[in-house]
């Protein structure tokens, strides 16, 4: 396969509008929301063989997805303003965290010490907020007054926590420290056009970031340098995970084709290197 050349990983239509939160297993199977239904949780096989693995409950519907070393799986729901977690093998939910003063968390990242980090937008009035979730379902408030905050992800060294703003078209970037607190934001890189989504560090921890309503993901240094734009067969692109066998095939969630395509990379992603660490002592 070349690099940097999407194609269709899924038949188009077979999500919903709402497709998001792509996140792949240590097997390979890629996991997004609201396969063939709203508050669905869909899984696809390496192969591309989609079906429906979970629904949440309470009318709720999941964004964000992340999985943890040892298999756990974090979804963002955004109309309960919960995080749940689904216990590996089984599928059991649980409610890992939850709070009405969530606008509604919407994508996550997770640390390689278990902690969460969720973005919480306010699309009625355009700001955003910030969130920790600590492994004992703790929630720390980490900012306030932002814009519509999006996409978020951790870099690989764990000492930034990079969030964009999906109305205002920047991407921010602070310092990160060992207990999960954030200081000294600064701008990474500001857009003129079109709007961002989901987002994802490689290894090398440069970001690949969704334009929504370009149909492209914007492939970014750490220093803030557009690397190249890869192309998409659909325009309105939402998240991005990475997973194969070696880490470098990227998952694109389509909204207004309702699939999911992936393309071939040089770097394995920083997502598919979690999952390859020992699991956390005491986790699960």
């Not at 199977?29 to 696809?44: L, S």
């Not at 690989?156 to 205002?168: G, H, I, M, S």
């Not at 310092?175 to 090398?204: N, V, W, Y």
């Amino acid at each position: 396969m070349n690099l940097y050349v999407s194609k269709n990983f899924t038949m188009p239509g077979g999500f919903t509008a709402g497709i998001e939160g792509p996140a792949v297993d240590r097997e390979g199977n890629v996991y997004a929301v609201n396969y063939e239904r709203q508050r669905t949780i869909g899984k696809v096989t390496p192969d591309g063989t989609a079906s429906v693995y979970l629904e949440l409950p309470d009318g709720g519907v999941g964004n964000g997805i992340r999985i943890d070393a040892q298999g756990w799986m974090y979804i963002a729901d955004y109309v309960r303003h919960r995080i749940y977690r689904v216990e590996p093998g089984t599928g059991q939910l649980t409610v890992y965290a939850e709070s009405a003063a969530m606008n509604q968390p919407n994508d996550i990242a997770l640390s390689r010490a278990g902690q969460l980090f969720a973005s919480d937008p306010d699309w009625k009035t355009g700001s955003g907020q910030i969130w920790r979730i600590d492994r004992d379902g703790k929630i720390v408030l980490l900012e306030r007054g932002m814009g519509t905050t999006n996409g978020i992800e951790v870099s690989p060294d764990e000492r930034t926590l990079y969030v964009n703003e999906t109305k205002q078209r920047t991407i921010w970037a602070y310092d990160l420290d060992e207990a999960g607190a954030i200081a000294g934001k600064r701008l990474l890189i500001e857009f003129p056009d079109f709007s961002l989504d989901g987002m994802r560090c490689d290894i090398a921890g440069n970001l690949y970031v969704t334009r929504h309503g370009k149909g492209v993901i914007a492939h970014i240094s750490p220093q803030g340098e557009v690397l190249r734009e890869i192309a998409l067969g659909g325009k309105n692109c939402t998240n991005v995970a990475f997973g194969g066998p070696d880490g470098k095939t990227c998952y694109v969630t389509v909204a207004d084709n309702g699939n999911i395509e992936k393309f071939r990379t040089e770097i394995p992603g920083r997502c598919w290197a979690l999952l390859q660490q020992s699991p956390l002592p005491g986790s699960g």
